[in-house]
């Protein structure tokens, strides 16, 4: 929440001007990471600098610029970044599959690939993840078949993973095959019922299916379970963006709208509302 996060910048920069004896970098790293959350951007990246310049010897302080140059597109200082972190920790594996998806997420297909395979040969390494995140390489490259020999091969790995289900479940939106992605959410779902994520994409998939009643009930269902775990936020596919509570309820205010049940589609967009998206309620509800 908003909230904690200025409590939490609050709290940092008393230290930090307060008790500069006792001022290490992961005070910046994390007041950094704060400002961030925050998309103040230009405050993270100093207290991130001042991270690495106390201590250049901490691959994480370069993990932090890295992914905020990545995210402003500042490529070049990204990909320094990255390596530096591989050069400190060449055995770290998420150090290379930050890099790797780094290269992934600006097309440099060849470059990312290399990384994932780099990843795969440590020693140490959590292998259904890096395949996961080679398959969506893959994915995006359209090589579908090889893609879809990744996710498998990760469910294979290690069971418990539920990151291969989710990424199959969009080869198989891309490629039409509707009943086979509903059926990975589900398993999603029985491996882990709190995760809310399983829920609002079999919703999805139900709306695509015309099959509005059960859309309601997942709905309710990932709502239920983002704000029981206080999780606020849903992220997108492969981590790019993320869907935000009150959207689900303007989602499910949609839903029963398509039914036709005024009383329930007023009571999600009044919910919205007090999350702070009044478009809905005012435009259909508030007469």
């Known amino acids: 929440a908003t909230g904690d996060l200025e409590l939490a910048i609050k709290e940092y920069s008393i230290i930090i001007d307060d008790y500069p004896e006792e001022v290490v970098s992961l005070n910046y790293r994390n007041r950094g990471s704060s400002y961030e959350s925050l998309e103040q951007y230009d405050l993270a990246l100093l207290d991130y600098n001042q991270a690495v310049e106390l201590a250049p010897e901490e691959a994480s302080n370069y993990r932090y610029r890295a992914d905020l140059y990545a995210l402003l597109e500042e490529n070049s200082k990204a990909f320094l970044d990255y390596s530096k972190c591989i050069e400190l920790y060449p055995h770290w594996t998420p150090y290379l599959t930050a890099k790797a998806e780094f290269h992934t997420n600006i097309l440099e297909y060849d470059l990312a690939l290399a990384d994932y395979?780099?990843?795969?040969?440590?020693?140490?390494?959590?292998?259904?993840?890096v395949l996961t995140s080679r398959a969506?390489?893959?994915?995006?490259?359209?090589?579908?078949?090889?893609?879809?020999?990744?996710?498998?091969?990760a469910m294979k790995e290690d069971p418990n993973n539920t990151s291969p289900y989710f990424g199959r479940a969009k080869l198989y939106r891309i490629q039409g095959e509707l009943e086979l992605e509903i059926n990975d959410y589900k398993m999603?779902?029985?491996?882990?019922?709190?995760?809310?994520?399983?829920?609002?994409?079999?919703?999805?998939?139900?709306?695509?299916?015309?099959?509005?009643?059960?859309?309601?009930?997942?709905?309710?269902?990932?709502?239920?379970?983002?704000?029981?775990?206080?999780?606020?936020?849903?992220?997108?596919?492969?981590?790019?963006?993320?869907?935000?509570?009150?959207?689900?309820?303007?989602?499910?205010?949609?839903?029963?709208?398509?039914?036709?049940?005024?009383?329930?589609?007023c009571e999600s967009y009044k919910m919205a509302c007090d999350l702070g998206d009044c478009v809905s309620f005012l435009t259909k509800c508030d007469k």
Do not use: H
Request: with cysteine; charged share 25%; proline share 2%.
């Open 117 to 129: 395979t780099s990843a795969l040969e440590l020693t140490e390494v959590d292998v259904s993840s």
């Open 188 to 265: 999603t779902i029985e491996m882990n019922d709190e995760d809310p994520e399983g829920y609002y994409y079999l919703a999805i998939c139900y709306e695509y299916n015309k099959n509005i009643t059960k859309s309601v009930i997942y709905m309710g269902k990932a709502i239920d379970r983002m704000t029981a775990g206080l999780n606020y936020w849903i992220t997108e596919p492969e981590g790019v963006g993320k869907v935000e509570l009150s959207s689900l309820y303007i989602r499910l205010g949609g839903y029963y709208e398509t039914i036709d049940e005024d009383e329930m589609m």
């Open 136 to 153: 969506i390489c893959f994915m995006q490259m359209e090589d579908y078949s090889k893609s879809l020999s990744d996710f498998n091969n």
